[in-house]
């Protein structure tokens, strides 16, 4: 089991037995997402799983939480959400860069703004290396409208 798995399990212990025995479920969409996700067609999806999100606002400015959130991956999004919260969503009208790596298991997803970079990085259950592609077939899309720059 690699660190990540062993924190992340952990989080989702500490979630469980501090919230009465039951964590918190992300997976809820809106009706207008769920949608349109249908339409658009979804790919992939993994429901609360445990994602850290590290956010750098300058050179010696950077911290990282780890999150139970939920991923949807469609043929024209990314979608990371807390339920109704939006933590990160890639369209083709992303205006941030994006990159996308694969480590081993674990998927990182870097948006690059002008003050902000953020990294939401997680470990979807099975199939990483599909996950990494789907994922990076938006962020194609995005840079093939122009909105989304290298």
Known sequence: MSRGTV??????????I??????PDTSALTAEWQQRFETEGIVR???NVIVRHTRQEGPYDTGY???LASV????GTVLIHQGKRVLLEVTPRT???I???REKTRIRVRAVGERLTEVFSFEPRGDAAGWATDVRAVVAL????????D
């Open 142 to 149: 995005a840079r093939k409208s122009g909105a989304a720059s």
């Open 7 to 16: 924190a992340g399990t952990m989080l989702a212990a500490a979630l469980a």
């Open 99 to 101: 990159d996308v790596r």
């Open 72 to 75: 949807i991956v469609t043929k």
């Open 45 to 47: 999806r993994a429901d």
């Open 65 to 67: 939480k780890d999150r």
């Open 95 to 97: 205006r941030r860069r």
């Open 18 to 23: 501090g919230g009465g025995g039951c964590a």
